[in-house]
């Protein structure tokens, strides 16, 4: 069984473009490539990774497929494009040739309309997708969990993948309003989640691996082991840890579980919601 971090990152460090890294993330203020990842993988015994965008650029996306194509080991991409472009299907055809281009991002998280999931020119762009077979990442904040499910329910033959969790209060110890929605997707079955990014919504320095537990315990709950994947969120996991630590986490947490739905997580769920190969 091959194993796969589903969720990490790779940039060159640009001050103005990357200014979101301010002076709290000083330890990521520097580029991060497949070179730096490669051992951290094979530390954990992962033999694969999906490179995710972070810059809402095509050119971010052809980044991470150069790296792709120059790397084995990176095993897919998950790219931007402009999902409200009149354009969408043409864009989409381009990249329908690079077999490592899986699926798209928007950053949804950083967006003052907070329901622009919504809007028809958005849902246009993710209609387009399942026509070239690529998945989407929802990238959003708790406040947005509640236009989840409308989403989805408009297209229940596209594949959807929540990073990190929907990104939980969990420094603040808030959870019903967050577990609430997120229970509200347990019958859709075209939505499958990341169980990543939580330990930089914790507190970064005082974590405890506790402070998941509750939160884990809702995503396994409405998920089940075969629409969760395994996400590291490198290098933004370094914030508050590392890699290692972030992978220990959801280690001890499913060490309880048969080996058959620990495969799922650790890398079938990946690989089927992917077509990894």
């Known amino acids: 069984m091959l194993k796969i971090d589903s969720h990490q990152h790779f940039w060159k460090y640009d001050p103005v473009r990357d200014a979101w890294i301010d002076g709290s993330m000083a330890v990521i203020q520097r580029d991060f490539t497949p070179d730096d990842l490669k051992s951290l993988l094979e530390k954990n015994g992962i033999d694969g990774c999906v490179a995710v965008q972070v810059d809402q650029t095509e050119a971010d996306t052809a980044f991470l497929l150069g790296n792709a194509n120059d790397h084995e080991f990176v095993k897919g991409v998950v790219g931007w494009v402009d999902l409200r472009s009149p354009e969408i299907d043409s864009r989409l055809d381009h990249y329908s040739q690079f077999k490592k281009l899986k699926g798209f991002r928007h950053i949804l998280q950083g967006e003052t309309d907070r329901a622009l999931m919504l809007t028809p020119a958005f849902m246009?762009?993710?209609?387009?997708?399942?026509?070239?077979?690529?998945?989407?990442?929802?990238?959003i904040f708790p406040d947005q969990l509640g236009y989840v499910p409308e989403f989805v329910k408009a297209f229940p033959d596209q594949k959807f993948v929540i990073d990190h969790i929907a990104k939980p209060y969990i420094k603040a110890g808030k959870i019903d309003e967050w577990a609430k929605d997120m229970k509200a997707l347990v019958g859709f079955e075209n939505v499958c989640c990341?169980?990543?990014?939580?330990v930089t919504e914790a507190d970064w320095k005082g974590w405890k691996p506790g402070d998941f537990t509750p939160y884990l315990d809702v995503v396994f709950e409405t998920f089940g082991t075969k629409r969760l994947m395994?996400?590291?969120?490198?290098?933004?996991?370094?914030?508050?840890?590392?890699?290692?630590?972030?992978?220990?986490?959801?280690?001890?947490?499913?060490?309880?579980?048969?080996?058959?739905?620990?495969?799922?997580?650790?890398?079938?769920?990946?690989?089927?919601?992917?077509?990894?190969?």
Not at 124 to 139: Q, R, S, V
Not at 238 to 243: E, T, V
Request: with cysteine.
């Open 230 to 277: 395994f996400g590291s969120d490198w290098p933004m996991c370094n914030l508050a840890g590392g890699y290692d630590k972030m992978a220990t986490i959801v280690k001890a947490y499913t060490a309880k579980l048969s080996a058959d739905e620990q495969a799922d997580i650790w890398g079938n769920t990946a690989i089927d919601f992917y077509g990894l190969a």
């Open 124 to 139: 246009n762009g993710i209609k387009a997708l399942k026509k070239h077979d690529f998945t989407y990442d929802i990238l």
């Open 194 to 198: 990341k169980v990543s990014g939580m």
